[in-house]
């Protein structure tokens, strides 16, 4: 298969590339999509076809459910079997935004999307093109990242490209993700709701609308209420290790060996690494630059990856989890 890659960088090639997207997605094809988080494997969601194709091509497990992106409410509204007020006063709030709802799943919606489960985890992204292709077409668009699974999502249309050229009908480039990892998913069938992954939506904002909202504590709780949780995850090919920033005891990896060292820093470099990366001290900045920064070390061929440890605060607890998952 031939890849296409659509740019939408001018009126005319946006507007092509929402007809093109539009015609794929409605013959059942794969097509990656910006989103404002990361990019997603995007397909028709009541294909159960299509839907399958994206677990096969990710090498996804079957039991991992897909997020469901829509364009409106109202598109919302018909993919759930339920709309409580806490769902309403959410998506007014941080919709379109990095924050997936999970609630009661409606029958439009094929078992193969929720990995059988009775919930659906619903998004409405906060991207020009797809907000606009999930408007104007009218589709529901399962999408998970646009990676194969356990490997770092994409942040730009490149990163898809490397991932899945020759696999997939189409590639978007949209641009680089301006969030820059997955959105925050939020469990609203349970009393508090519950955040199962952290993101760049943190509990405290949450809270200012909910009032009251749990965080999942990364324990096994029997049936898999977010795979996502998964301890290994989102990970570069490189190891990672996390450097609290006080002493750095490095001789067990040097040990004379050749092997690359690279340091991702956001207040100081630690010594005796090969290269270094410093991104900036502010967890908005710092998400958006993320993935690309493990990216470009992973093709650099660097064997290991020295993380500065992020600050212990809410507005950091996404980043925080997604490199935890990644040290695993
Ligand atoms: O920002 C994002 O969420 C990106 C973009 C493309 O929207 N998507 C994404 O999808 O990260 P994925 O499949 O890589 O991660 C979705 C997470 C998984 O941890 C999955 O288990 C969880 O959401 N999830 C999806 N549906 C769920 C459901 N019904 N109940 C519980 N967790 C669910
Ligand atoms: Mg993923």
Not at 36 to 55: P, Q
Not at 155 to 170: L, Q
Not at 198 to 217: D, K, Q, R, Y
Request: glycine share 8%.
């Amino acid at each position: 298969m031939r890849t296409e890659m659509l740019t939408t960088a001018t009126a005319d090639s946006f507007a092509a590339a929402l007809d093109r997207a539009a015609g794929l997605l409605a013959q059942g094809a794969l097509v990656a999509l910006p989103t404002e988080t990361v990019y997603g494997l995007g397909a028709d969601a009541r294909n159960e076809n299509a839907v399958r194709e994206i677990f096969r091509v990710k090498g996804r497990p079957a039991e991992n459910p897909v997020i469901v992106h829509v364009g409106t409410l109202e598109t919302a509204m018909k993919c759930a079997s339920e709309w409580p007020p806490e769902a309403e006063k959410l998506a007014r709030a941080f919709w379109p935004g990095p924050l997936t709802l999970v609630l009661p799943k409606a029958d439009v919606i094929p078992s193969v999307v929720t990995a059988g489960g009775p919930t659906v985890g619903l998004r409405m992204p906060n991207h020009r093109f797809t907000l606009e292709l999930l408007k104007t077409s009218g589709i529901p668009v399962a999408a998970p990242s646009a990676n194969p699974a356990n490997r770092v999502s994409p942040t730009t249309a490149v990163h898809v490209m490397d991932y899945f050229d020759g696999k997939i009908a189409a590639v978007i480039d949209g641009g680089p993700s301006m969030v820059g990892i997955e959105s925050t998913v939020l469990d609203l069938t349970t009393r508090p709701a519950r955040v199962l992954r952290p993101g760049m939506v943190h509990a405290n904002a949450l809270a200012e609308v909910l009032g009251t909202v749990s965080v999942h504590n990364g324990a096994a709780t029997g049936a898999l209420k977010s795979p996502g949780m998964m301890p290994r995850h989102y990970s570069p090919r490189a190891k990672v290790l996390l450097w609290s920033g006080e002493s750095l005891a490095f001789a067990p990896l040097g040990n004379g060996s050749t092997r690359e060292i690279a340091a991702l820093c956001h207040s100081r470099y630690p010594t005796n690494t090969t290269r270094s990366m410093m991104l900036p001290r502010d967890p908005e900045a710092y998400a958006r630059l993320l993935y690309a920064a493990l990216h470009e070390f992973d093709s650099a061929g660097v064997d290991i990856i020295v993380v500065e440890d992020p600050p212990d605060l809410p507005e950091w607890q996404g980043i925080r989890d997604r490199l935890r998952r990644a040290a695993t």
